[in-house]
């Protein structure tokens, strides 16, 4: 996890990512910094992230995010 | 008997509502399904085969990909994926091909043929007229969302057929859409829930709003646009900018003024049909104004597109390669950059088959893809000068920016062709003398009462737009109010519709833009 908010920090700074369960409804993360997040969390985590995966229930919190990522990872 | 015409919102529509009513609920859907064949059939008439065999063609595909998934063969994961796409290219495929024989054949042959003659091959291209159903573009769209999320596994196949042709002809959406998901109306549709009082005033006063955007304030301006387009050759330059301006207006008027008459359309029977406008001229630049304009089709090229060729396995691999030798910065652009070349060719070419409309992609393309770019730069050089992106002034600024974009971006999207926008646009920079515009005005199509009555519908039109960006509803205040009180609003709004309205003796019908795309 904390890896991950690393990661959120580096792509978009200044956003209260522990506790934010709105990032997409919220415009806070927008389409291009969804891509640079799955670009860096599928080398961060060895995962393949697909379309599918792409829907703000997965993108709207860390919780959320760390959530889809550990499933990835049971699926690989 | 589009939704502007009183044998739609005054006939039509009524005498659906009453037998939906009144017949019991479990068949009511079929009331709706008879409403949607007859609307489409008195614009297509037999073409309506098309849309009954791409109904079949959906809903035995998306039974197909379930019995995959379903692995009754005990297969791989890796093989039932690779029989699922290839169901799903399939079902694509067929139906995306439909739309582009349909409507792109003269387009490519044409455009063969004048490479050929570019060769000195004499090979001339004769034009085949292709009778195209209604609404192809808009279902055709429906069909792949439906199929792409049976086979991510988002959407579960449907077993009911009904609730299948349902979905991809409920008649509000025919003409112009909304571009709807399979769960945001089919079951909805099926349901056959009685209609609410509420739903029923509010539904028909949306419906209301949308005429008097359509036939008091677009219809009005038609015939200016028709004439300032067809004649720029010998109008001054700032007659032609106001052409380009009066289309933007029109077009907003126009397509918003229908989806409020469709969206209030479907909320009579319970429907809650996606919103396809948020305010688009309040947006800070051309990638926002894109999250506001068309949004169901944004978000269909987003989901459809976008992330599916950014994610492409060669697309991620070329962008690692990129990342290696010139570093993060860099290689975030890649994939973005590639989606988005995509993504914007296809909205060029859905829109119709003509240079214009793929330049009109191609612009906003370009436009996106520099914003993306300089987004961080601009950022970190208006926090050196001390520039408040929030302040008024800026905000003004960012607003004329977006006006600019918009309007010529809309010259070229209505011009005849690619040479008759840029002469066009040629125009306002080589022969611009806006008193000629002044000292013509009254001579542009548009009369001494056509004039205020547009203005004051822009006004009325801005200020609502305005207080619904600050989640402020009209119709809910009013709904809120004294009886009399609420009868006058309404009685009023009603009469100034009747009156102001452009119909009768001496206006021709003007059709619905979108309906042709």
Redesign the interface.
Known sequence: MEELLEILEDIQPGVDYANCKTLIDDHILDSFGILSLVSEIEDAFDIEVSPAELVAENFNSAESLWKMICRLKEEE | MAYHTIAYFAVFLPIVILLYQVFPKKIRFAVILAADIVFFWLFSGKLIIYLVCASLLTYFIGLWLEKIALNPGGLSNKLITKKKRRVLALGILLNLAVLVVLKYTNFFGQTLSDILNVFKVDWTYKPIKFMIPIGLSFYTLEIISYLTDVY???QKAEHNFAKVALYLSFFPQTMEGPIARFHETADALYSGESIKFDNLKFGYQRILWGLFKKIVVADRIFPTVKYIFGNYANLDGSIALFGAICYVTQLYMEFSGCMDIVIGSGQIFGITLPENFRQPFLAKNA?DFWRRWHITLGTFF??YI???V??AKPV?NF?KKVKKRCGRNVS?FV??TAALFCVWLSNGLWHGANWTFIFYGMYYFVLIFIE?ILEEPLKKFTEKLHINMESVGFRIFRAIKLFIIVVTGELFFNAASLKDGFKMFGRIFTNFHISELISSIFQLKMDRYDIPIVVVGIILVTIVGALKEKNIDIRRKVSGWVIPARWVFWYAAIMLVIIFGAYGSGYTAVDLIYAGY
């Open positions: 991510r596994g988002t990638g987003k989901d976008f992330y599916p950014s994610l991620k962008a975030k994939a973005p993306n």
